[in-house]
């Protein structure tokens, strides 16, 4: 009888286990925290908290590991150490804003949509 309860409360376990659903929404697949005005660009700049490997591939790797430009960030989301969840895109030639290559030149990503975490 110990070893029949023991089993049924195994399995309950495992199919809770294995049912449990990831809280990523695939429309904002990535998470970032919002660092403020680059000094060379006058953009704000995020640092992304997840999922380095994929935005590496879609948009290139930066200077600073996981710090980016970032092109179209809402006005709303503009606030120094906010959790965003976000979307992004590879920045074209004709959406890049003028830098005083001054200081180092972090990569561009471009928003395609966002909201606070």
């Not at 000094?39 to 640092?47: E, N, R, S, T, V």
């Amino acid at each position: 009888m110990k070893h029949l309860l023991g089993f049924i409360l195994l399995a309950f376990a495992l199919a809770y286990l294995s049912c449990e659903k990831k809280n990523e929404d695939p429309n904002f697949p990535f998470v970032a925290e919002v660092l403020g005005i680059n000094m060379d660009c006058g953009i704000h700049q995020i640092k992304f908290l997840n999922d380095l490997d994929k935005i590496t591939e879609l948009c290139g790797s930066s200077v600073v590991e996981s710090i980016y430009i970032a092109g179209n960030l809402p006005d709303s989301l503009k606030t120094e150490g906010l959790i965003i969840e976000l979307n992004i895109g590879k920045t074209t030639s004709n959406q890049l804003g003028a830098c005083t290559m001054m200081g180092p030149t972090l990569t561009w990503v471009w928003v395609t949509n966002a909201r606070p975490k």
